[in-house]
């Protein structure tokens, strides 16, 4: 088992929920790095739980941006004019997005509130 912070994932189209049929997609990360990701719903019962459910980052009316990614990294051979290459690939288990918790602003804003009415009352 892996995790694989800060990815986006692409390569499914206009999908935004996890399919029905088993696809191929891919994680990105902010250095143009790409590893594959099979979504297996036939053969692994954590991805035919997910059928159905939001693929997170890829709503249109929520994007939230990275994602972590939990998983089983595999490598399997591809040989290819007599040459054994290894591709490695990713069998997602779960997905977390980090989105940040109202109470998690409103802090931020009496912190901010407070430094302005400091630096206010030190100037007057």
């Given at each position: 088992m892996v995790e694989i912070k800060n990815v986006t994932i692409s390569?499914?189209?206009a999908l935004t929920?996890?399919?029905a049929t088993n696809e191929a997609m891919y994680l990105n990360d902010s250095s143009g790095n790409q590893l594959t990701m099979y979504f297996w719903y036939?053969?692994?019962?954590?991805?035919?739980?997910?059928?159905?459910?939001?693929i997170p980052g890829n709503n249109p009316k929520a994007p939230y941006g990275p994602i972590d990614?939990?998983?089983?990294l595999t490598s399997y051979?591809?040989?290819?004019?007599?040459?054994t290459n290894w591709q490695d690939e990713l069998l997602p288990t779960a997905f977390v997005q980090?989105?940040?918790?109202?109470?998690?602003?409103?802090?931020?804003?009496v912190g901010l509130l407070s430094l302005l009415a400091v630096i206010r009352r030190r100037h007057s």
């Open positions: 390569g499914q189209g929920t996890f399919p036939t053969s692994y019962s954590c991805d035919g739980m997910m059928v159905g459910a939001p990614v939990y998983g089983m051979p591809s040989v290819s004019a007599g040459i980090e989105i940040p918790e109202p109470s998690s602003f409103m802090l931020a804003g």
